[in-house]
């Protein structure tokens, strides 16, 4: 593999795909932020739906980060709950207005519509393994999908959280969490 012309094939890519979530975003009057920071909250767990997550989550400054979640809760597509046992704690969900946007807006149209003519899953795994890379070439966080994390525990039928000790159920192992390793 070329890493000059993977290279130039990753930066063309990301340009586009940027272009299509300017396009995708401005239907709803949002920026590729707003979309980055509702996909996340729609895939999260209970552990990370909270701004300081979104925050780590996009790599952006807790200034940015709350500009982001108050310019989308102003167009009602997230709403905060407290923490039932830590009150100081937030925790942001997507409304049903913000599910569909979402639905509509990512991926953008013409990503997916390209993306559908694809059949080969190996493509995929390539990016993946290109992600984990330059995430722990940049000690970065992983937000993986917790049934994949080192501190999912297996508890005969059952899924527990080896860092709080909370039982997991089937759709949680799904979702990312800050957490992982």
């Not at 997507?94 to 519509?113: E, F, N, Y």
Request: aromatic content about 2%; charged content about 30%; hydrophobic content about 30%.
């Amino acid at each position: 593999m070329d890493p000059h012309r993977s290279y130039e094939l990753l930066e063309r890519l990301g340009n586009l795909l940027r272009a299509e979530e300017r396009r995708a975003g401005q239907a709803h009057g949002l920026q590729p932020v707003h979309l980055h920071a509702l996909s996340y909250l729609a895939r999260c767990n209970r552990y990370s739906d909270s701004p300081a997550g979104v925050t780590a989550y996009l790599g952006v400054t807790k200034g940015t980060a709350s500009q982001t979640l108050r310019r989308l809760q102003d167009k009602q597509l997230v709403r905060t709950r407290p923490d039932r046992e830590d009150g100081r704690r937030q925790h942001l969900t997507l409304t049903a207005k913000g599910k569909r946007v979402l639905a509509a807006a990512v991926p953008p149209p013409a990503i997916r519509s390209a993306l559908a003519g694809l059949t080969s899953a190996k493509g995929e795994s390539v990016l993946e393994e290109l992600l984990r890379r330059l995430q722990r070439e940049n000690d970065s966080r992983s937000f993986g999908v917790c049934h994949s994390c080192r501190h999912h525990l297996r508890r005969g039928a059952r899924s527990e959280c080896g860092l709080t000790g909370e039982a997991l159920s089937p759709a949680d192992a799904e979702l990312i969490c800050r957490e992982h390793e």
